[in-house]
C-alpha cells in the first residue's frame, strides 16, 4: 500500500441455503453493495450451488448442525473486517445497500439492526406477527457471535443501532411450505423447552395460546392485515399449542423409557 493511502474496510455478505435456485440469483443481486458473497451450502440437491457460483459468490457447502452453529461456521470463511448476514429469501433494498456502506466507511465501532419488510403469500404484512420484525445483520466480524437453537440470535460485542433502509422478506408462497417450517420449528422449541427442564401443564395448554392470538390480533393489530392477517394470528397461537404438545409428548415418552 503507497504511503499516505488509507484502507477501506471491506464487507462480506453471507448467504446460508438450502434448496434455494428459486432464490438465490436475486439474493445474490441484491448483494452487490458488498466485496465478497459467500453463500454456505448445506448440501442442496438441487442447482443452488451452480448459480450462486455463476452468479460471482464463493459457495462452501457444509452440513448444518444448527443455524447458530451453520452462522459461526459462515464467519470463519472470511477476513473481511464487515459482515452483513442475508437470508436467501431476503432482499436488502438499493438504498439499503448504499447504506450500509456508509456505516462501514464511516468506521464507527456498532453493529445495527435493519427492518425486514415480510411479504406472506405475496402479500406484504404491516401488523400482527409479522410486524414490526428488526434483525441484527450488519456488525465487525470479530463482534459477532451466534448462540441459539430454534430461533438463533447474535451475540453482539459492541453497541446495536438501528438502521433507516429496510430489506424485503419473502417469507413464504404456498402453505405447503409454511407447514412444514411450523412443524420443525414447533419441535425445535418443545425440544429446547424439555432441555432446560420446563414442562407443559394445562394451564400453559389453555391460556398461552388464546393469549397469542389476542396480542397478535388485536394489540399487535393483525385485524388490519385482513383475513391474513387474521390466519396468521390463529397460526400464531397454534404454534404454542403445539409447542406445549410436543413438550408433552417428550415428557410421556420419556417416563416409558
Given at each position: 500500500?503507497?504511503?499516505?493511502?488509507?484502507?477501506?474496510?471491506?464487507?462480506?455478505?453471507?448467504?446460508?441455503?438450502?434448496?434455494?435456485?428459486?432464490?438465490?440469483?436475486?439474493?445474490?443481486?441484491?448483494?452487490?453493495?458488498?466485496?465478497?458473497?459467500?453463500?454456505?451450502?448445506?448440501?442442496?440437491?438441487?442447482?443452488?450451488?451452480?448459480?450462486?457460483?455463476?452468479?460471482?459468490?464463493?459457495?462452501?457447502?457444509?452440513?448444518?448442525?444448527?443455524?447458530?452453529?451453520?452462522?459461526?461456521?459462515?464467519?470463519?470463511?472470511?477476513?473481511?473486517?464487515?459482515?452483513?448476514?442475508?437470508?436467501?429469501?431476503?432482499?436488502?433494498?438499493?438504498?439499503?445497500?448504499?447504506?450500509?456502506?456508509?456505516?462501514?466507511?464511516?468506521?464507527?465501532?456498532?453493529?445495527?439492526?435493519?427492518?425486514?419488510?415480510?411479504?406472506?403469500?405475496?402479500?406484504?404484512?404491516?401488523?400482527?406477527?409479522?410486524?414490526?420484525?428488526?434483525?441484527?445483520?450488519?456488525?465487525?466480524?470479530?463482534?459477532?457471535?451466534?448462540?441459539?437453537?430454534?430461533?438463533?440470535?447474535?451475540?453482539?460485542?459492541?453497541?446495536?443501532?438501528?438502521?433507516?433502509?429496510?430489506?424485503?422478506?419473502?417469507?413464504?408462497?404456498?402453505?405447503?411450505?409454511?407447514?412444514?417450517?411450523?412443524?420443525?420449528?414447533?419441535?425445535?422449541?418443545?425440544?429446547?423447552?424439555?432441555?432446560?427442564?420446563?414442562?407443559?401443564?394445562?394451564?400453559?395448554?389453555?391460556?398461552?395460546p388464546p393469549f397469542t392470538f389476542v396480542k397478535m390480533f388485536f394489540l399487535k393489530a393483525g385485524?388490519?392485515?385482513?383475513?391474513?392477517?387474521?390466519?396468521?394470528?390463529?397460526?400464531?397461537?397454534?404454534?404454542?399449542?403445539?409447542?406445549?404438545?410436543?413438550?408433552?409428548?417428550?415428557?410421556?415418552?420419556?417416563?416409558?423409557?
Amino acid at each position: 500500500m503507497e504511503s499516505g493511502s488509507e484502507s477501506v474496510d471491506r464487507i462480506a455478505v453471507l448467504i446460508l441455503t438450502y434448496n434455494e435456485e428459486k432464490h438465490i440469483v436475486d439474493c445474490i443481486r441484491s448483494a452487490a453493495f458488498a466485496d465478497e458473497i459467500i453463500v454456505i451450502d448445506s448440501g442442496s440437491n438441487d442447482a443452488t450451488a451452480e448459480l450462486a457460483k455463476v452468479n460471482g459468490a464463493r459457495v462452501v457447502v457444509h452440513p448444518m448442525e444448527g443455524f447458530a452453529a451453520q452462522r459461526n461456521f459462515a464467519l470463519e470463511q472470511t477476513d473481511a473486517e464487515w459482515i452483513f448476514f442475508l437470508d436467501a429469501d431476503e432482499r436488502p433494498t438499493e438504498a439499503a445497500g448504499k447504506e450500509i456502506r456508509d456505516l462501514v466507511n464511516r468506521a464507527e465501532k456498532c453493529a445495527y439492526k435493519i427492518r425486514r419488510r415480510n411479504v406472506v403469500f405475496g402479500v406484504p404484512m404491516h401488523h400482527g406477527a409479522h410486524a414490526p420484525d428488526w434483525v441484527v445483520r450488519l456488525s465487525p466480524r470479530e463482534a459477532m457471535h451466534w448462540e441459539g437453537l430454534v430461533h438463533e440470535s447474535a451475540e453482539i460485542s459492541v453497541p446495536v443501532k438501528k438502521m433507516q433502509e429496510d430489506m424485503i422478506h419473502y417469507t413464504y408462497d404456498v402453505w405447503e411450505t409454511y407447514l412444514s417450517k411450523f412443524n420443525r420449528y414447533t419441535s425445535l422449541a418443545a425440544q429446547k423447552q424439555y432441555n432446560v427442564g420446563k414442562r407443559a401443564s394445562i394451564g400453559k395448554l389453555l391460556l398461552d395460546p388464546p393469549f397469542t392470538f389476542v396480542k397478535m390480533f388485536f394489540l399487535k393489530a393483525g385485524f388490519l392485515d385482513g383475513f391474513l392477517g387474521f390466519a396468521m394470528s390463529v397460526m400464531a397461537g397454534l404454534s404454542v399449542f403445539m409447542k406445549y404438545m410436543k413438550l408433552a409428548e417428550l415428557e410421556r415418552l420419556e417416563k416409558k423409557r
